[in-house]
């Protein structure tokens, strides 16, 4: 059985909507008892936060993939691009150590968004796309399937960040795109 950690913030523990309704628990029932799912989101969690989260869990138990999402609180909190960037970095070497493979989430646009928060959320993700890529990583883009269904004029969202249940429901279609081949293998 593969054990798959997931850990972030409250958009990866599926705040807003019904336990079971999020995209972690959608993954864990599709996959029932062939895949155990940990899903380790934290809401209002930082990107500080999940470092210590990230260490704590692997000290704790083994895994073969952890996906990690986080820096929206501290983009809302007022950091920059960068700043997240490179401490998303920290948390991704720390996993690479324990030989897991790790999986990025690119985090879902910012819904309403006086503030131009948004705009910093776009060039972390492309960063953190440019590094998966560059670096051979594979990368769940919450980012791009949720503003191509913004788009389309779909209601996905319960607030300013976080997703309805449709909204994670696309959320999870994405992550079994990337998951599924990976979990085939064996």
Not at 14 to 39: I, M, S
């Amino acid at each position: 059985m593969k054990n798959i950690l997931c850990i972030g913030d409250s958009l990866t523990r599926g705040y807003d909507v019904p336990y079971g309704k999020g995209w972690v628990e959608l993954l864990q029932a599709h996959w029932g008892q062939a895949v155990k799912f940990v899903n380790a989101g934290v809401d209002g969690a930082t990107l500080q936060a999940i470092f210590n989260h990230v260490d704590r869990a692997l000290t704790a138990h083994s895994y073969d993939i952890v996906c990690l999402m986080g820096g929206t609180n501290d983009i809302l909190h007022g950091r920059t691009a960068e700043d997240c960037y490179f401490n998303l970095l920290r948390s991704v070497k720390r996993i690479q150590k324990t030989g897991a493979e790790v999986i990025l989430g690119l985090a879902p646009q910012i819904d309403c968004d006086p503030e131009g928060d948004d705009a910093v959320l776009v060039a972390y993700n492309t960063a953190l796309k440019a590094y998966c890529e560059s670096q051979n990583l594979a990368y769940f883009d919450f980012y791009a399937t949720i503003a191509a269904a913004d788009k389309r004029g779909e209601l996905l969202y319960a607030g300013d960040v976080h997703p309805n249940e449709l909204g994670y429901q696309y959320m999870f279609e994405t992550a079994l795109a990337v998951l599924a081949p990976k979990l085939k293998r064996g």
